[in-house]
């Protein structure tokens, strides 16, 4: 915002000497408000340049190279937001990907958990106790021996 001021100063410098060079119009002081216009109450004051024609045209040399200046200011400026606006996005994909992977692997750490979990369950429940009939010898073995 600060360039955008001093180019601003600077513009409004440029035209000002820029219309003084031009022509020694009236300029009327209006209350606390300058002028070109007449107006009610407004005095006329003189606004005349006291310069020489060579300290006016290097005046007007040197606004135009600080405009230059200020603009190339202002391109260099939009350039890095530009750029710090890349690596902003670039990091937020970055961002993103980790997230996603951390969510991935929270995903696969639960169903490991789950897994193991069934399988304690599974561990912890009462069996079934099945007993077998063992066949009786047969009496005809037994009693031939």
Known sequence: MGHRTHAAQLLFVFVF????LSAY???Y?????????PCAGGKTIQAEDP???QQQAEAARAVQKDAAMAEA???QRVQQEAQRAKEQQAAYKVHLAQEAAAAKQAKAQAALAAKAEAQRQK???PRKVTTRKTPAPKASAAQGR
């Open 17 to 20: 000497s820029t219309a003084a």
């Open 25 to 27: 119009a009236a300029v």
């Open 29 to 37: 002081r209006c209350g606390t408000n300058y002028q070109d216009t």
């Open 51 to 53: 310069r020489s024609a």
């Open 73 to 75: 200011l202002q391109k």
């Open 123 to 125: 561990e912890l429940k």
